[in-house]
Structures are given as C-alpha cells and as structure tokens.
C-alpha cells in the first residue's frame, strides 16, 4: 500500500509538473507575468517565492495549475488558492498591464495556453522512446490459431506478424487486443506480414462476455481465437524516437474512440476513472518493472493531454476556444462572460471528478 501511494504520487506529480512547466515557460518566453506556479489544488500547504513567482505545494492532489496575470478567470482560479478576488478582477474592462495575458498577442496568449498539452505529448513521445531503447521494441506475433476460430476461417496462420488491426497500426499484443475487443460480432481487417509480404484478412470477432475491473459488471467483448507472443528487439535512437511517436498518437486515437463511445453510449461511464484507479494501475506497473511504469505514465500523459483539449471553460481547451471566437469576431468576449462561462466549466470539471473517484470507491467496494 505505501510503495502504491509513494508510486502513484510520483506519477501524476511528475505529469502535473511536465504540463504546468509548459504554461510557465511559454508564458514566460512571451512576457506575461506569472504570481503563482502550483502543483495541486486548493490552499498552500508549502512554498517559497522567487522573484514575481509563487512556487507552491498545495493540498488537494487533483490537478495544478500556472497563474498567468491579467486572465480573465484570474478570480476563478484564486478558489483553487483558497483566497479571494484578486485586485485583477476588480479592474473589470481596464486596459492590461504590460505583464497580463489579455495584453498579449493573440499568438502568444496560444501559445501559451497550448503549451501544456504539447509538454505532456511530447513527455509521451519521449518516455515511449526511451522504453523502446530501453526494454525493446515488441512486436506481436500470432503464436497459436484456434481451429474453428474467426482467425482460422479468415486465413491467419501461427507466425504471422501483426502489423494493423481495424486501421491502426499495432505494437504490442495489448494493442492488439484492445482493438478486437472492441468489435464483437462486426467484420475487421487484420493486416500480417507473412514470408515478407503485407496480407489483409477480414474476420469477426465472436461476442464474449468478460467481467470489467473498471465496471465491476460483465461487458460483452470481441475475440478472434488467437494467442499473441512478442518478439522484443532494442531500438536505436532514431528508430525508437518514431517508435515513441507512434505509440502515443495510438494512444491519442484509442482516447478519442473511447471519448466518442461515451457519448454514443458504446462504452459505459463507470469506466471512466481516478486517482484511485490511477493508483492501483500505478502500482501494479511498478511492481513490474521500471520500464512498464514508464509506458503507463507516458499513456496517463496522453490522457492528460487529451483531456486537457477538451473546449471545456477551466481547462486548456475552454482558453483556446475563447481565443478562437476572439480570432473569428475580431474581438474577444468581455470578460463577465469569460467569468461566467469558467465558473460553469469549474463545476462541471468538479463533478466529473466526483464522479470519476466516485466509481473508484465502488470499485474497491464490489470487490
């Protein structure tokens, strides 16, 4: 229990800093003042002040954040401090200082915003490099053909290496997995490379039902009548660099599907998850290896980024698409209606992490 807590602390404090570090040295490079870089949320628990900047430790683990001068939702993120409105607030329309955000190009000002999300892209990049340089790039090959099986009837044979499976390129045999699981009962494409060649096979995926960690409940998934072995080769520097980007724009696209089937109510929402769940994966790939941990931050990383697109006021997405309306309209909204609309982002974005550690709590409890 200590070592998942001491893991799981590691994990989402080094994936908040990667991605507020991004906001502050964007913000910086363009000149806009920044009073307070914190990781976490709500009242200080510890920190000291260099120069213009607060750098502090807060209570609530959940998140951090860069305060950027002269933004609109400067009163809103003063509830994240536990303190009142600022002196920024109360100045309403007045012209920006030379320090402000709102003073900025409208570049810089998306630049910044943006830089968060790239930081913890490219920390995904990286860290799937490393693991490729590091433990070996694996491969997915096919070991053992059901007789009878979907992948029998399509014409998969044993040593067939797995390259694409229903359009993605695959990696490993998780994402092989993943990518069945998600088609029961409807046709796929599986592209092998067999004897040197590149050959396309359609096979469906029989419906089976398996019990959820995430749900507690049993979900109907897809399987084809396969095992997977892996075949591991170290990668060089270049080799593993596309590897790493590869890797996390499979990640990025698994995210987006799995965000589209929440909405079309393919996938459930008590499989979205927190920090507990967080936690638990965490400690399992710990317990694996050092390597293994590395994969899953740099996946949390991509969640992260993801999220943090998403045009929701409060988050990194809700800035830019004010930015997008201002580039449209020629102006920017004023700032009441900045105000409003990051006060209901805020409550939104707290009632999905409510609900999120809410199914955490009953995940533990059905056990």
Same mark, same amino acid.
């Given at each position: 229990?200590?070592?998942?807590?001491?893991?799981?602390?590691?994990?989402?404090? @080094?994936?908040?800093?990667?991605?507020?570090?991004?906001?502050?040295?964007?913000?910086?490079? @363009?000149?806009?003042?920044?009073?307070?870089?914190?990781?976490?949320?709500?009242?200080?628990?510890?920190?000291?002040?260099?120069?213009?900047?607060?750098?502090?430790?807060?209570?609530?683990?959940?998140?951090?954040?860069?305060?950027?001068?002269?933004?609109?939702?400067?009163?809103?993120?003063?509830?994240?401090?536990?303190?009142?409105?600022?002196?920024?607030?109360?100045?309403?329309?007045?012209?920006?200082?030379?320090?402000? =955000?709102?003073?900025?190009?409208?570049?810089?000002?998306?630049?910044?915003?943006?830089?968060?999300?790239?930081? /913890?892209?490219? =920390?995904?990049?990286?860290?799937?490099? %490393?693991? !490729?340089?590091?433990?070996?790039?694996?491969?997915?090959?096919?070991? &053992?053909?059901?007789?009878?099986?979907?992948?029998?009837?399509?014409?998969?044979?044993?040593?067939?290496?797995?390259?694409?499976?229903?359009?993605?390129?695959?990696?490993?045999?998780?994402?092989?997995?993943?990518? @069945?699981?998600?088609?029961?009962?409807?046709?796929?494409?599986?592209?092998?490379?067999?004897?040197?060649?590149?050959?396309?096979?359609?096979? +469906?995926? &029989? !419906?089976?039902?398996?019990?959820?960690?995430?749900?507690? &409940?049993?979900?109907?998934?897809?399987?084809?009548?396969? +095992?997977?072995?892996?075949?591991?080769?170290?990668?060089?520097?270049?080799?593993?660099?596309?590897?790493?980007? *590869?890797?996390?724009?499979?990640?990025?696209?698994?995210?987006?599907?799995?965000?589209?089937?929440?909405?079309?109510?393919? *996938?459930?929402?008590?499989?979205?998850?927190?920090?507990?769940?967080?936690?638990?994966?965490?400690?399992?790939?710990?317990?694996?290896? =050092?390597?293994?941990?590395?994969?899953?931050?740099?996946?949390?990383?991509?969640?992260?980024?993801? =999220? /943090?697109?998403?045009?929701?006021?409060?988050?990194?997405?809700?800035?830019?698409?004010?930015?997008?309306?201002?580039?449209?309209?020629?102006?920017?909204?004023?700032?009441?209606?900045?105000?409003?609309?990051?006060?209901?982002?805020?409550?939104?974005?707290? %009632?999905?992490?409510?609900? %999120?550690?809410? /199914?955490?709590?009953?995940?533990?409890?059905?056990?």
């Amino acid at each position: 229990m200590i070592v998942t807590i001491l893991v799981t602390i590691l994990v989402l404090g @080094v994936l908040i800093f990667v991605h507020e570090l991004g906001h502050f040295a964007a913000a910086k490079s @363009v000149g806009i003042d920044v009073p307070r870089f914190s990781i976490g949320l709500g009242p200080k628990m510890v920190g000291f002040r260099r120069g213009e900047t607060e750098y502090v430790l807060s209570w609530i683990p959940l998140g951090g954040y860069v305060k950027m001068a002269g933004m609109a939702d400067e009163e809103v993120t003063s509830t994240l401090e536990g303190g009142g409105a600022p002196e920024q607030a109360a100045r309403g329309e007045a012209r920006p200082g030379p320090g402000d =955000f709102d003073g900025k190009p409208l570049w810089a000002r998306v630049f910044a915003i943006s830089a968060g999300v790239i930081m /913890n892209w490219l =920390f995904a990049v990286v860290a799937f490099a %490393a693991v !490729a340089m590091g433990r070996g790039v694996l491969e997915p090959r096919i070991a &053992e053909v059901v007789p009878g099986s979907p992948a029998a009837e399509a014409g998969l044979r044993a040593d067939d290496l797995i390259r694409r499976v229903d359009g993605a390129a695959v990696h490993d045999p998780g994402q092989v997995t993943m990518r @069945v699981d998600r088609r029961p009962g409807e046709s796929i494409d599986i592209v092998v490379e067999r004897g040197g060649e590149e050959l396309t096979f359609v096979a +469906t995926p &029989e !419906a089976v039902e398996q019990y959820s960690d995430l749900t507690g &409940e049993s979900r109907t998934v897809g399987r084809v009548g396969i +095992t997977i072995g892996a075949e591991s080769g170290r990668a060089g520097p270049i080799a593993a660099l596309g590897r790493g980007w *590869s890797n996390t724009t499979y990640w990025g696209g698994a995210v987006l599907q799995f965000l589209g089937d929440l909405v079309t109510g393919r *996938s459930s929402a008590r499989e979205v998850g927190g920090p507990i769940l967080i936690g638990e994966i965490s400690g399992r790939a710990a317990r694996a290896g =050092f390597w293994e941990l590395l994969s899953f931050m740099a996946i949390i990383s991509v969640n992260l980024a993801i =999220f /943090n697109l998403l045009p929701i006021p409060v988050l990194d997405g809700g800035h830019l698409l004010f930015l997008g309306i201002e580039a449209i309209r020629g102006r920017a909204l004023s700032v009441e209606a900045r105000m409003r609309f990051t006060t209901v982002g805020m409550v939104f974005v707290l %009632a999905l992490m409510v609900w %999120a550690v809410g /199914n955490d709590v009953l995940r533990v409890i059905l056990r």
